[in-house]
């Protein structure tokens, strides 16, 4: 018997708690959201010790799977795989899954609906834990599609809030337009593969071994949709517009869907098919520089928003371009290590930011300041997992952001510099936030105190965690990329790298201290220069003006347009011709009696008419 | 045990007994009224469980079919020296097959869950129940029948009780509402008998050498024509200089007329573009236990039509109209969403998602392969359960708001909990969310064309997208939001109505989980019709 074999059960769990806590229902009290964290927890204990028995190298890869449908000689398949990777993306999920799950219990003890909470987290945890075991694309699809449902779910959460209805609305449709993309893609591997096979094995057969199988602008094309849906799920430059709006859901949400579900999803979705974008230069090229320029693209608008929340988010999206970048230059094992310190301390700058929110009951970075002073360990925490985020050595962060520029220097110089610019906005911004919020003076009316330790614990652990996180991997011992994707990865070892982005991030965190701490340098020493590139960012480029201009006023203009032909260009047709029907009828009233036998006897006999008309006509 | 009996002529004649029972009864006894007819509604629904239980795949409908001779109507002028007799049969012929038992199991399930929700029902109980379990008996005439005559007889049968029930138990403008409706399908009657009657007149005629000269008959039998059309030997596809008799050939053109007329007669109820709009008033003006029945069953007997007349006795004429199908379900699906995208009223809304969500099965039989039919039929099938579940809803909200323009509406989610969940579930439903049935239909009628018609399938595709603007934008309207003072008191479902919701939901949740319960047997139902086509792709 191997662990491996029931992996299955690690997103059954989950989904049992769901089925329960929904039926339960509000009435069950708070007592029964424990149900989902337990569910949690022992998917962890699960995951855990299939990954231990990955890390072993005892057992093989394991898959298993059935026929879901079958037509004719077509078949559909479900099933899992347990590879590296994936038992990888297990751990990442329930042990974010499982720390949000407990800090839950303290952020949303006083809300009614708590119940309904923990079973969409619950619900949200299965269908991203199954869209990592999947074991084809079209598992994989209905998976995905249902992440983007509870992340909807969650994001609405406090439906009463008209930005919260807003901000669900647009979260599901902007990634429907990714998802668009990917079910295309899946159309066209169904009818391209050899066996209309969708599974991962032999898609990777098909495109290393057997290439040129399928014609090289099928494959571009191919790459290059499955890559628009990893687009929308990941907040990608042009389909990033949902992610800062999905602040409006509750704070855990918000570090459960920034770490690891959905977003994550749309990386590992690229890792995942990645043998194809390889065999496509336009594709890797298109994905290395939409996730260059969204890293640099979200990063300055973070620099001048003013929500806790939403620097963070853009700081996601910018993160989130560094993975794709990452993809896009050939890099499997540094997306993926970003991924996975990514995970944990932007878990942890999340549910941080939830215990200050939860203590001065604002989100405004101007409200705030001297928070640290009563809540030392939301503030050490935070200021752990701002460190690891900015890239400063040894936290976390350095070590994945340094693979990624590595990676980037050696295939697409320019991206590299973009990376590096990158770092120095991030550090920028971090600083800001962090010496806003926790230094200084208070600026808002509520005192600040500290959250009750099942929220507190969480942040502790997410904090040792972004410290450590990064050695699996650093410049010195390239293991954990070599066990993810089973290649011996380059030697990256440049001493240029390090170099650039340690000053890059130093300087960051520096200028962010002497603007926002000390005081030393001005504050609106840029706003007053150049008024118009603040308010620019301050609007986030007007990208979401610009969807408003040229798609939902016109598909709204088109609508009213056609309701209009429809009511009288379409029906108005049918209605002439039933006058001038209703005129004929006039004429025959006087045959009518008005007797409803009358009426059938005359259709009988017309019928009988007609039938024998027909039927006798070779012999009339 | 259920061998010996006629299990199709019991499940097609229990409504039609319980509607007379209903009409003995008592006029004062509401309640009685209301079990007889639920009684005689849950009948059908065991027998075709239990048919869908017991059906095998390898022998079809075979042990189930019934058939004898209904009409027989000689024709006695001026026969021939050769010929001993001559007749016009119509036969009483009722089978099922892979394609009509899922279409069955549909009608018994909404018709029972529609008996339920007429509970909100207050004038008039004895005609409203008459006329319902005999529009029961119409609908599942129409699925069994084999005989032309009979499936006419049946589908007009569909037609008069659901013109009163509109009629009389509507909104305001239900009178009107029924007029359109009736225009309309008279008209699309017109067309189908027009072309059921050059079909019978051309392919029904066989000629068979009896001891005393031959013996010549028009059949109106499905079998029959079915095998007289394939059969190259048969009249109907002999040229008229070896017969001699020109009337008997089914000449390419007249085959293609036939195609057209039964295009429009199916047309006008599926609805395709822009045969629509009398559907639009249907939805928002009759009851809405009526509207689970129409746009749950009704507008899929304009699919089975398309495809039991249509595709499997033309499929050659199929074929060549193939794109034509593909584009008219494309229009469907755009235009239809982007006008569910800006109505006020729900009820129009979803009469305007039925319209696009009909495209897709479309699109389906556009594909001429098994993917593509058989998500055809499971999208009806999905349809028809997804919008009788939201039309429920539809009624338990009216019940109680007195309105269902999405405007005045908001934030029912606070004061409806149960209510707004289901509705929301079948809005996710509704727009394809993988785990409900809505999923498996449309991805099979996409997957199924896009093996023949990339293009429009990557257009068609794009409904997909709409469907969730529209979906959202509507359903959230309604549920999510600062809730109005009126509606801060009023109560969740009552037992009695979210009985059939949960019923619905959980056949939702079944089917899109475990679709081979179906898909199986659709396999065999579409066995035939593929060979045909194959063959003449090969030859």
Avoid at chain 1, 90 to 118: C, W
Avoid at chain 1, 261 to 278: D, E, K, P, S
Avoid at chain 2, 13 to 31: C, D, E, I, R, T
Avoid at chain 2, 92 to 98: C, E, F, M, T, V
Wanted: proline fraction near 3%; charge should be neutral; aromatic fraction near 12%.
């Amino acid at each position: 018997m191997t662990f491996a074999q029931y992996a299955w059960l690690v997103p059954l769990f989950p989904v049992a708690a769901f089925a329960v806590l929904i039926t339960l229902g509000r009435g069950a009290g708070r007592q029964a959201a424990w149900i989902g964290t337990l569910a949690s927890l022992v998917s962890l204990i699960l995951s855990l010790c299939i990954a231990g028995e990955r890390l072993s190298g005892t057992v093989d890869e394991y898959n298993a799977h059935f026929t879901w449908l079958q037509i004719g000689n077509y078949s559909l398949n479900a099933g899992f795989d347990v590879t590296n990777l994936t038992s990888l993306m297990l751990v990442v999920v329930t042990l974010v899954s499982f720390l949000v799950n407990l800090y839950s219990h303290g952020y949303m003890r006083d809300d009614e609906r708590i119940t309904t909470f923990f079973a969409y987290v619950a619900l949200f945890t299965a269908s991203m834990l199954g869209l990592v075991l999947s074991d084809n694309l079209l598992t994989l699809y209905i998976f995905w599609e249902l992440v983007g449902v509870c992340s909807f779910l969650l994001v609405g959460f406090w439906f009463q809030k008209p930005e919260a209805k807003a901000a669900a609305k647009k979260a599901f449709i902007v990634t429907r337009i990714g998802d668009l993309g990917l079910l295309i893609a899946l159309l066209l591997l169904f009818w391209y593969m050899p066996g209309n096979a969708l599974d991962f094995s032999s898609i990777h057969n098909v495109f290393t071994t057997e290439a040129g199988v399928i014609a090289g602008g099928i494959t571009t094309l191919i790459a290059l949709l499955i890559f628009l849906g990893a687009v929308g799920k990941s907040g990608q430059f042009p389909l990033h517009v949902w992610l800062p709006d999905a602040m409006e859901g509750p704070t855990p949400i918000s570090a459960l869907i920034h770490a690891a579900t959905m977003v994550a999803a749309g990386v590992f979705l690229v890792a995942r098919t990645f043998v194809i974008f390889q065999a496509s230069d336009a594709a890797m090229t298109t994905v290395a520089v939409i996730g260059g320029f969204t890293a640099i693209f979200a990063a300055t608008i973070g620099l001048a928003q003013n929500d806790i929340k939403r620097i963070l988010a853009y700081s996601t999206v910018s993160q989130l371009g560094y993975m794709m970048l990452a993809l896009g230059v050939g890099s499997v094992s540094a997306a993926m290590f970003h991924l996975f310190t990514h995970a944990f301390f932007k878990a942890l700058l999340f549910l941080g930011a939830g215990s200050v929110i939860h203590a001065v009951h604002t989100q405004d970075i101007r409200e705030m300041g001297g928070v640290g002073r009563n809540m030392k360990i939301t503030a050490w925490t935070f200021g752990i997992g701002a460190l690891a985020l900015s890239g400063i050595p040894p936290f976390a962060g350095f070590w994945s952001k340094d693979a990624i520029l590595t990676a980037a220097l050696t295939h697409q110089p320019l991206l590299f510099w973009v990376g590096a610019v990158t770092a120095f906005l991030t550090a920028l911004y971090m600083a800001r936030l962090f010496f806003m919020v926790f230094a200084g003076n208070p600026r808002g009316e509520a005192h600040a105190h500290e959250s009750p330790a099942i929220m507190t614990l969480p942040l502790i652990v997410l904090a040792v965690l972004a410290v450590v996180a990064g050695f699996v991997e650093t410049p010195f011992n390239g293991w954990f990329g070599e066990w993810v994707t089973g290649e011996k990865p380059e030697a990256h070892t440049s001493a240029m790298v390090i170099v650039v982005s340690v000053a890059v991030s130093l300087l960051g965190v520096y200028l962010g201290w002497l603007i926002y701490a000390k005081g030393t340098v001005r504050r609106d020493i840029v706003s007053s220069r150049i008024p118009g590139l603040v308010k620019v960012l301050e609007n986030k480029y007007y990208i979401d003006e610009l969807y408003r201009f040229i798609l939902v006023k016109p598909l709204g203009g088109l609508g009213k347009a056609l309701a209009v032909f429809d009511e009288y260009v379409v029906d108005g047709v049918v209605r002439m011709a039933g006058q001038s029907a209703a005129g004929l009828g006039r004429l025959n009233a006087r045959l009518q009696s008005g007797q409803l036998q009358g009426y059938a006897l005359t259709a009988l006999i017309g019928l009988v008419i007609i039938a024998l008309a027909i039927a006798g006509r070779r012999f009339w | 045990m259920l061998e010996n009996i006629p299990v199709l002529s019991c499940i097609l004649l229990a409504p039609l007994v319980g509607a007379l029972l209903v009409l003995l009864l008592p006029k004062q006894q509401g309640s009685w009224h209301r079990v007889t007819a639920l009684v005689f509604s849950v009948i059908p629904l065991v027998l075709t469980l239990w048919l869908f239980a017991s059906y095998q795949t390898a022998t079809g409908g075979a042990p189930y079919t019934e058939h004898f001779t209904w009409l027989s109507i000689p024709l006695s002028r001026d026969l021939g020296q050769d010929i001993s007799s001559m007749l016009v049969n119509f036969d009483y012929h009722l089978s099922i097959d892979g394609i009509s038992l899922p279409l069955l199991l549909l009608t018994s399930v909404v018709s029972v869950m529609a008996a339920i929700a007429s509970v909100h029902v207050r004038k008039r109980w004895k005609m409203y129940y008459a006329l319902f379990l005999l529009l029961e008996t119409g609908m599942y005439g129409v699925f069994l029948a084999r005989d032309l005559v009979l499936f006419f007889i049946f589908f007009e049968l569909t037609l008069i009780p659901m013109f009163f029930l509109i009629g009389v138990w509507g909104y305001f403008a239900r009178e009107k509402a029924a007029n359109r409706f009736l225009v309309y399908n008279g008209l699309g009657s017109a067309a189908m008998l027009l072309a059921f009657l050059i079909l019978i007149a051309t392919a029904g005629f066989t000629a068979v050498q009896g001891t005393d000269g031959v013996q010549i008959a028009y059949s109106g039998s499905y079998d029959v024509l079915l095998n007289n059309i394939a059969d190259p030997n048969a009249y109907a596809n002999m040229d008229p200089s070896q017969t001699g008799d020109a009337g008997l050939h089914l000449s390419e053109g007249l085959k293609n007329w036939a195609f057209v007329l039964l295009l429009i007669a199916f047309g006008i109820k599926i609805p395709i573009f822009p045969f629509h709009t009398w559907m639009l008033r249907v939805h928002t003006e009759a009851p809405p236990p009526v509207v689970m029945i129409h746009s749950g069953v009704l507008l899929k007997m304009g699919v089975y039509g398309l495809i039991r007349f249509a595709a499997f006795l033309l499929p050659a004429q199929l074929e060549d109209w193939s794109t034509t199908l593909a584009v008219l379900g494309v229009i469907n699906i755009l235009y239809g969403a982007v006008l569910a995208c800006v109505q006020k009223e729900f009820k129009l809304v979803l009469a305007y998602s039925s319209v696009s969500h009909m495209g897709i099965v479309l699109l389906g039989i556009a594909s001429l392969n098994e993917i593509g039919l058989q998500g055809a039929i499971y999208q009806s099938v999905s349809h028809g359960l997804i919008s009788a579940l939201l039309f429920l809803i539809v009624g338990t909200l009216y019940e109680r708001t007195g309105t269902t323009q999405i405007d005045e509406l908001g934030g029912l989610a606070k004061s409806m909990p149960f209510l707004s969940g289901i509705l929301l579930t079948a809005g996710m439903a509704s727009l394809g969310l993988p785990g409900l049935s809505g999923f498996v239909g449309e991805f099979l009628s996409f997957l199924g064309l896009f093996g023949s018609m990339k293009w429009l399938t990557a257009i068609g595709v794009l409904g997909v997208l709409l469907a969730a603007v529209y979906v959202l934008r509507s359903v959230l309207g309604i549920t999510f939001g600062p809730i109005p003072d009126r509606w801060t008191d009023i109560k969740d479902a009552r037992f009695v109505e979210a009985v059939p919701m949960i019923a619905l939901t959980a056949l939702i949740v079944l089917l899109g989980v475990f679709p081979s319960v179906m898909t199986d047997m659709m396999q065999q139902g579409f066995n035939g019709l593929l060979e045909q086509i194959q063959q003449r792709a090969g030859g």
